[in-house]
Every structure is written in structure tokens, then in C-alpha cells.
């Protein structure tokens, strides 16, 4: 059975209604994506953050200090991304993964060393290795967008299973806690550089 005229307008004016409602829905996501993020910025910028970074810092860099003698760049560095993420008080993704993946390893059994293995089965792996890199090697690359996408899930905690827009928003907010953390440990630097190059007084002779 053939439409009319009229009920081909009617489908046409519907569907083009569908469209703008739909475009001025992604508009507005859009939007409200852009402003998070803004306001994400603007929040490791004020000196209540910078405050609050600050005092859980040196917090964390006393308990390293307490807990071993000479403490390794390693030690530091998860102790200053411990208290960055403390400072974000779990509202973002990549500051609850750092929480969390801190308790794992906190909490985490020690394994059995495993067997050492013999000559066959280590060439058995090394065959298998050779089979995996020969389908590495087949498979399609993928688009230049996408193989951006997954480096930047692999440098934002916890960002490797996100969506795209939900991914830049905690890159966003990521790359404005690490700036912060970069000034705070910066003045902090400086601070103790100027303590340790002061010299005390020498006493009054008599």
C-alpha cells in the first residue's frame, strides 16, 4: 500500500524533529562537560586546595621518613600521589583508583616463589611467545584517535575502561591536581633548601 503525501511530510517532520532534539541533547552534554571541567580547574587553583594538598603532603612525607631511613624517589612520589588523591576526597575516578589500588597492595599476600621450570618448558614458552608476536604482527592497526585515546587511559588512573567524554573530564581535572602538585612540591623545595643553607649564630664570646 503506497503513503501519501501527507503521511511521507508527517514521517519527514518527525524524523527532523528527532534530530534536533537529539543534536541539542549532545549540545547540551557537551556543555555541561566543558563547565566541569572548568570548574575542575579552577578548583586546584584556590589556595583552600593548595592549603589542604600542602598539610597531607608533608603528613605523608613524615610517615615515609618514620618508616624508612632512606626512602626511594619511588617512595615519595606514591606518597605525594597518595595525598593528592586524599585532597580530592574520592570525587573523582583516578583519585579513588589510587585509594583503592593503594589498599591492594597494602593488603595484598605475599605469593610463593613459583618452581623453576625445565628446558623444555622453557622452550615451549619461547615458541609460544613467537606465535603471539606473529599475530601481534597480523592484526589491524587501529585509527590514530583511538590509539590516542587508549595512551591517554593508560596515563589517568584508572581511565583505561572510561568513555571518551568521561575520560577527558578526569584528564582534566587529573593534569589541574598534578599542577598543583608540581607548585606545592616546588615551594616546598625551595623552603628546605633556604632552611638547610641558614646557619646558625655563632654564640657570643665572653
Known sequence: MATSPESRSVER???????RKKKKNQNQNQNQN???????????????EHQTYSS??????????RTTTNPPSRAVRDAADRALAAAAKG???????????????????????????GAADSR????GLDVLKLMGKKKRRLPALQRRVRVLGRLVPGGKKLSFPTLLEEATDYIAALEMQVRTMTALTELLSVAGSVTPAAAPSR
Open 13 to 19: 517532520l518527525i524524523s527532523e524533529s528527532r534530530k
Open 34 to 48: 566543558q563547565n566541569a571541567a572548568k570548574n575542575n580547574t579552577a578548583r586546584w587553583r584556590t589556595p583552600a
Open 56 to 65: 597531607k603532603l608533608l603528613e605523608a612525607l613524615r610517615h615515609v621518613r
Open 91 to 117: 570525587r573523582t575516578r583516578w583519585s579513588r583508583h589510587i585509594l583503592a589500588h593503594r589498599l591492594k597492595l597494602k593488603f595484598k599476600k605475599k605469593k610463593p616463589p613459583r618452581p623453576i621450570s
Open 124 to 127: 615451549s614458552k619461547k615458541s
